[in-house]
């Protein structure tokens, strides 16, 4: 009988809770990003994804990522549908058991963020109810899919990218931050840009809540990056001293980047470096010494801070900078890899470029990178034209003018004054939404 690792196990729950704790700092983070009329229906958006992916995790989802391969590596089947036959099972080395079910709640973790993140590219213009019958069809045909890709699995018959190309992806550089970037594309090309976009100016309503969401992403990233190695030892040391210095030192580039092209380091700049950063790590965090993991940081945030630009060339409002941050920097991320991996981080890796492994490795992580946007940016993109024909993914002009929280959810985030929420809804109150947006 296999016998369970009490410290393991305890690390593993420990960080599936971490994970967890990043999606309503996701929900903080977007909802300071955006104007004042749209900030519960951005919070909205990340907890309805807590809500739903938990179901589908448990009745299907895991299934088709981490069930026994129903084709060339493309998709688990349905053999665990409702964790049938998990309970009472173990995974992990021989030593370093830990209870399915700690495992299946971790995974769970994972999908829920990576779903939540698409939410940012199309703020203050999106249908709630369009989003919930999104959430349950895009994590079924892209997530589930792409995540049984990418992550290995003990005996050898799992998905494609984690089995058998041989690209590095230690936590989720492809399955999470290259999947939500490029199907971040593809939702706000569908949906089209904002009203007024280009026009008029759409600043953060409050960096401080940004601020206090981009501290919590950080904290709950440890558990992410290092709670990966499903061990509490030393590969989830070193990617816990990775994911700190990646994340600052990107920090550090982009604020950089903001001092050198426009004069100012922002507040704003500051957290989507660090977010980047954490980004950027995500795949490599195993792999790379932590000067590397300073160099990839230092590289992220640079590039990442120039691309966020790229909507306002190229025509695309991404309202929150999904692409430019979780693509982008997954992207970097994942190439980084095949440059600056050595195995004498982790014997389990392999030899980048830099290291003397040649181009091999480089190449993987390419073929990797090209699929996963691929196949992310192509099916969503259907997904959501059939779903803005069929149920309406794009918010009324009249309800995306008046704001979201009052037409959807019949609130405000902030009501002022000693009779606060009287009149609210009409728009005569002085703290209402629509009266201050009419004078």
Not at 70 to 75: A, E
Not at 275 to 292: E, H, N, R, S, W
Not at 352 to 358: R, S, T
Not at 387 to 406: K, N, T
């Amino acid at each position: 009988m296999e016998t369970i690792n009490a410290g393991d196990t305890a690390w593993v729950m420990m960080s599936a809770a971490l994970v967890l704790f990043m999606t309503p700092g996701l929900a903080i983070f977007y909802a300071g990003m955006v104007r004042v009329k749209s900030v519960l229906n951005m919070i909205m958006m990340s907890f309805a994804a807590m809500g739903l992916v938990s179901i589908l995790w448990v009745v299907y989802g895991h299934s088709l990522t981490f069930g026994p391969d129903s084709g060339p590596g493309l998709i688990g089947d349905f053999s665990l549908v409702g964790l049938a036959g998990v309970p009472g099972t173990t995974v992990g080395a021989p030593g370093h058991e830990i209870p399915t079910l700690a495992f299946v709640m971790f995974q769970m973790t994972f999908a829920i963020i990576t779903v939540a993140l698409l939410s940012g590219a199309i703020a203050d213009r999106a249908k709630f109810r369009g989003w919930l019958v999104f959430v349950v069809v895009w994590a079924t045909l892209v997530y589930f899919p792409i995540a049984h890709w990418a992550f290995a699995f003990e005996d050898g018959q799992g998905g494609w990218i984690g089995d058998r190309l041989g690209a590095l992806d230690f936590a989720g550089g492809t399955a999470v931050e290259i999947t939500s970037g490029a199907s971040a594309l593809a939702l706000a090309l569908v949906l089209g840009p904002r009203l007024g976009w280009r026009r008029e100016a759409m600043r953060p309503h409050n960096l401080p809540l940004v601020l206090l969401g981009a501290g919590m992403l950080w904290f709950g990233w440890f558990g992410f990056n290092a709670g990966s190695a499903l061990t509490a030892g030393s590969t989830a040391a070193v990617a816990l001293i990775n994911t700190q210095v990646c994340t600052a030192s990107a920090a550090l580039s982009w604020i950089l980047v903001e001092r050198l092209r426009d004069g100012h380091a922002t507040t704003l700049g500051a957290a989507s470096g660090a977010v980047v950063g954490a980004v950027a790590i995500t795949p490599a965090c195993a792999f790379l010494t932590p000067v590397g993991a300073i160099v990839l940081g230092l590289v992220a945030g640079g590039v990442s801070a120039v691309a966020v630009g790229w909507k306002y060339r190229l025509g695309y409002d991404d309202s929150l900078d999904v692409v430019g941050v979780h693509d982008v920097g997954g992207v970097v991320g994942m190439v980084a890899i095949g440059f600056l991996a050595t195995t004498s981080v982790n014997a389990a890796g392999r030899n980048g470029l830099f290291a003397g492994g040649g181009l091999g490795l480089l190449g993987s992580q390419m073929i990797a990178v090209v699929a996963t946007a691929a196949f992310a940016f192509v099916a969503t993109y259907i997904i959501a034209v059939v779903l803005d024909r069929l149920v309406g993914l794009r918010a009324d002009p009249d309800d995306e003018l008046r704001g979201l929280d009052v037409a959807t959810h019949a609130e405000s985030a902030y009501e002022f004054g000693p009779s606060a929420g009287v009149g609210i809804l009409s728009g005569t109150h002085p703290g209402s939404v629509m009266h201050r947006e009419n004078q």
